[in-house]
């Protein structure tokens, strides 16, 4: 028996129009022009020019030195893999998936791109974005972790209908959630690569901020390991292990674990890394957007 991939079990749910086994069969000696030329069922042929970016793509940074490598690959053979857009009005497109092909097209001169056109409201389009990317882009734990955020308070998926949907168990999905309840210093660090998933999973394992925070300075100080981290947290957590005391410090725990909870909510309600910092008498709270599509919707949560 053939297994499924769990990206088609996802998307198939959600594209509807097209049958799970349906195939597109490729040349790869295809050139730009000659697949201009092609035709296909469920293939449309489609300006480039008439096509818009999707206002709810995941990622925001696009690695430029690896869009030209695309775009040189797409001189020779063209499009492999069709874009997928939906039709918002006669000759006017929005991009569903394929952001990469899509920038690495224009690099390359072409007018035309093959895509597949679907029907989708903006909630599906969200869905088929985050689950493309997930599947299909590198992403960052960080990149993944507020994915899988918004598939939940935004698409009103349950863990384990997410799970289904990307093809993760559900403690997989957990661990992956946990990461934005992380310090938004480790968090940072994450997403950069200055440490890995499994420092941050040894961290998580931490309640406390300031204990959390102790261990990543360790971590980039000393350079440890992941095993290195997991020890030295079980020895935070058995209370073994001492912790310099910040003098300077004026909020109690007990306030700090408040704005830690007060943080984690905001942050999933934004679908962000929410920063809220606080002194006991006053501080402020900071929304961060890495786009102008994703700062609009930010100001559409807040019905500004």
Do not use: W
Not at 22 to 40: G, I, M
Not at 268 to 296: A, C, M, Q, W, Y
């Amino acid at each position: 028996m053939s297994k499924k991939k769990a990206l088609g079990r996802g998307l198939s749910a959600l594209l509807s129009d097209t049958p799970e086994d349906d195939k597109l069969e490729v040349d790869v000696n295809v050139t730009p022009s000659s697949t201009a030329a092609r035709t296909h069922e469920n293939l449309n042929e489609i300006p480039l020019d008439e096509i818009e970016t999707n206002p709810f793509q995941p990622r925001q940074y696009f690695d430029q030195q690896a869009l030209s490598e695309l775009a040189d690959s797409i001189k020779v053979h063209g499009i492999i893999q069709p874009i997928t857009v939906r039709k918002l009005a006669d000759h006017q497109y929005q991009l569903i998936s394929g952001e990469r092909r899509f920038q690495a097209s224009k690099l390359a001169g072409l007018t035309r791109v093959p895509a597949y056109v679907r029907l989708a409201d903006d909630q599906q389009m969200l869905e088929m974005a985050l689950i493309e990317n997930i599947q299909r882009e590198n992403l960052n734990p960080i990149e993944i972790s507020l994915s899988y955020q918004r598939l939940i308070s935004e698409c009103n998926l349950k863990q384990e209908e997410l799970g289904d949907r990307v093809g993760k168990n559900r403690s997989t999905v957990t661990n992956y959630l946990r990461l934005l309840k992380l310090p938004p210093d480790i968090q940072i660090a994450l997403r950069d690569n200055k440490i890995s998933m499994g420092h941050a999973r040894a961290i998580i394992n931490v309640d406390n901020p300031e204990s959390q925070l102790y261990i990543f300075k360790k971590i980039l100080s000393e350079d440890l390991s992941v095993r290195k981290v997991e020890e030295l947290a079980r020895e935070v957590m058995a209370g073994t292990k001492a912790q310099p005391v910040n003098s300077g410090q004026t909020a109690t725990s007990s306030q700090s674990k408040e704005i830690s909870q007060l943080q984690s909510q905001l942050s999933s309600h934004f679908g962000t890394k929410v920063s809220v910092k606080s002194d006991g008498k006053k501080g402020d709270i900071r929304i961060p957007f890495l786009s102008i599509e994703d700062l609009n919707r930010i100001l559409d949560i807040l019905k500004i």
